[in-house]
């Protein structure tokens, strides 16, 4: 069996699938590593390395060609048609795929024949956690967050005792307490400023607090707040609007607001408005982590920085790839573990990947086979000719 890394191609995307250092991983298994020339540069990870560590260097149309299974971060049949990558029906492709966020693109995939499973519906139980790529990645937007926050703020984080008096710690306020949200009071605590967060789940109050923030109480009811998975539930429009109603005093005293809410397979909620924005002080910082999914802010443009009445409002919408090196390091072992996973005890026997749906993890991965899509949550989307 052979496994396929190509550089990425989506719009300033810089991670890499695999890096160097963990080639043996499939090596040792029996597994067959083609590597397109230059994949992991942007993240700084040379040919010579690949290399170094067993993997073979090549063109894009020969790891197209000839990969029986390819491992990639964004695995959109678009970005592949434009570079002339098509996908053989006896392939099996592994990567970030936007199902729930742009499920008309699943059927694009289903198109090719091939095998698809989606990182992003890795299921959060406790076998897979060592796969769970979107938690590594919220991981890294978290960190990069705050430092982004940081450097734009005209103030320091910490609080300071100088002979030229007293400096008192910035303000922080985290929106929405996932992974992301954790990361980032972890990093602004330990950079040495005052913490609050707040969401709409009650059961994450000792978490924030575990940390060494406070966890900021809203007279909102909150029930069925949180799903199986541990993912935040939509809230109808009634409630993000008293929210927004309370939320503004608490907004309007931070020196930084860091926004990470996100429902998966649906917009980001609006919970910061222009009426917020213009409440904080002149060189305040809003970080909107979830720009991507459209942005909690209601002034936050993808990949822009906008100031308005003084505020500065950054909106990453790759974050993970603002620190490719580890976004890159996390993201290949998760996705070689689901590899290694799909092909069992035995590994790799043949050139194809076994399918046994009835394991929980291969059941709710799997987008497509033969065709079709086959993932229920997604069977709504018209298989395209």
Known sequence: MKVGIARETAPGETRVAVIPALVPLLTKAGLEVLVEEG??????FTDDAYRAQGASLTSRAEVFRNADVLLQVRSTHREHREHGDPMRSEQTVIGFADPLGAPEGVARLASSGATFFSMELMPRITRAQSMDA???MATIAGYK???LAASALPRMFPMLMTAAGTISPARVFIMGVGVAGL??????????????????????KEQVQSLGAKF???????QDAEDKGGYARAQDENFYRRQREMMLKVVAASDVVITTALIPGKPAPRLVTREMVEAMAPGSVVVDLAAERGGNCELTRPDEIVVHHGVTIIGPSNPPALVPYHAS????????????????????????VPIDTTDEITRETLLATG???????????????
Request: aromatic share 4%; no cysteine; hydrophobic share 50%.
């Open 39 to 44: 994949a992991g540069a942007a993240a700084g």
């Open 134 to 136: 979107l938690s590594s």
């Open 145 to 147: 967050g705050v430092l």
């Open 183 to 204: 990361q980032a009071i972890s990093v602004a605590r330990r950079l040495g400023a005052k913490v609050e967060a707040y969401d709409v789940r009650p059961a994450v």
């Open 216 to 222: 900021v109480e809203l007279p909102l009811e909150t």
């Open 329 to 352: 390091q996390m993201y290949s072992k998760n996705i070689i573990t689901f590899l290694l996973h799909l092909l069992g005890k035995d590994g790799a026997q043949g050139a194809s």
């Open 371 to 385: 065709g079709n899509v086959v993932h229920p949550r997604l069977l709504h989307v018209v298989t395209a000719d």
